[in-house]
């Protein structure tokens, strides 16, 4: 694609990398087969290829109207476009550009920012998350259907395992998975403790920055990631294996640090070993496979029929395919096949607040996937998708939706 950048971006970090970004989409129209929006609405303009052109304008100097905001908001950054494309377009990281461009230039009205903001400020913040759960699940019997199906129910952490071992990692508490679903991170840490490696978590740890990333506020953003960067640096000193993280959103975040700050003079090196270090709870425990087999050879036969929904930010985003599904299998539970896995679930961070028409319709059908091949239980990697789906879930089937790891711990400790 020819470019042309206007003066006032051209020569920028941004700049530059946008139009590196633009100069390798040959206009294919791959990616129009597996945009989810493109698949409901079918305008172009909520395709990967639209709204590149939309943001190919903006990024040239035309003028910027509240209809190119709309379509890229519409935009669910499930990153699909980027596993479909052949000329390997980083359409995310275009994306982050753009919507950063076009919010300063058109802005927005007072309730989208109050929205907005009060979404950073109380997701953002495990203290005001916790508290407000707590009030939901006080209140939840007299909410409506729709509202009662977003509060899940409270899911016990269990038992913590003591720091015992040589090896260790670190590990992100993460924001609302912590009030969620306290029981995912209790469980990566037994199944690990169980393999030989010890977790360590970090208390002055904090939002991983992805809420803010695409909320715009990319300030926001690198001053949550410099903090983490602060807190995990004596640990990555005193010898830490990895950090591991078990939300794939928050993954894909905190495998992007060296990206997101390499103008950083003061955290670049460390942001780029941090992104180094990081590893997905299905890494984690797919290294440890010699350890794991063995467990496994003394564990009770048989295992439930399980539908794996992976995550946009497991299969495009951190681009693990398979690895979770290899982890089941091997547990001896019965993967059911789920169709078009490659589709979002239609959670994507805020997206299911903010757009939630669109994001119904695709709980609605990714439910039905999940459900076709009869399943006793559902399995994901993500705490958003988890919680998205459990709504769907549990107006139908109620079949049980647990994050992988708990599972596997629960297999392993038959």
């Known amino acids: 694609m020819q470019t042309n950048l206007a003066d006032w971006i ?3 970090p941004d700049g530059q990398e946008a139009d590196a970004i633009l100069r390798k989409c040959v206009h294919c129209g791959f990616c129009l087969a597996t945009c989810p929006t493109y698949q409901l609405t079918g305008d172009e303009l909520d395709s990967p290829r639209g ?25 669910l950054t499930c990153r699909a476009c980027e596993s479909t494309c052949p000329s390997g377009v980083q359409y995310g990281r275009l994306a982050d550009i753009g919507r950063s461009v076009v919010e300063t230039k058109v ?18 913040s495990p203290t005001l ?3 407000g759960l707590t009030v939901g699940r006080a209140f939840r019997p007299l909410l409506p259907a729709a509202l009662k199906a ?16 040589a090896r260790h990692v670190l590990m992100l508490e993460g924001c609302v998975q912590p009030a969620m679903a306290p029981s995912i991170n209790a469980a990566i840490a037994r199944v690990l403790d169980r393999l030989g490696v010890s977790v360590v978590t970090s208390l002055e740890a904090g939002c991983c920055g992805a809420l803010a990333h695409h909320l715009n506020d990319h300030a926001a953003s690198h001053a949550a990631i410099r903090k983490n960067i602060d807190a995990w640096w004596p640990h990555i000193d005193a010898g830490a294996e990895a950090i ?25 090196e460390k942001a780029k070993r941090v992104s180094e270090l990081f590893c997905d709870a299905s890494t984690a425990v797919a290294r440890e496979r010699e350890a794991l087999h063995r467990l496994l050879a003394t564990a009770p036969t048989g295992g439930k029929r399980i539908a794996f929904h992976s995550p946009c930010s497991l299969q495009h985003g951190l681009k693990i395919r398979g690895v979770v599904e290899e982890l089941l299998t091997a547990a001896g539970f019965d993967l059911t096949p789920v169709p078009d896995g490659h589709l979002c679930c239609g959670s994507a961070g805020t997206y299911s607040i903010l757009q939630p028409e669109l994001s119904g319709q695709l709980l609605k059908n990714k439910v039905a996937a999940l459900e076709s091949g009869q399943p ?18 549990n107006a139908s089937s109620k079949v049980p939706i647990r994050h992988w790891v708990e599972w596997l711990d629960e297999r392993l400790n038959r």
């Open 150 to 165: 977003k509060i899940p129910a409270e899911r016990a952490a269990g038992t913590q395992p003591s720091l015992r071992h």
């Open 244 to 268: 591991v993280v078990t939300a794939s959103g928050c993954g894909t975040m905190v495998a992007d640090y060296g990206h997101v700050l390499r103008n950083d003079v003061a955290y670049a």
């Open 51 to 75: 709204r590149i052109y939309l943001m190919k304008q903006v990024l040239e100097g035309a003028a910027v109207t509240e209809k190119t905001q709309f379509h890229l908001d519409r935009c």
């Open 129 to 131: 998350f916790s508290a």
């Open 376 to 393: 006793e239980g559902v399995a994901t990697a993500n705490i958003g998708c988890l919680a998205h789906i459990e709504g769907g879930l």
């Open 10 to 12: 051209k020569d920028t």
């Open 107 to 124: 802005g927005r009205g007072l309730g989208a920012s109050l929205q907005r903001g009060l979404l950073k400020r109380t997701l953002s």
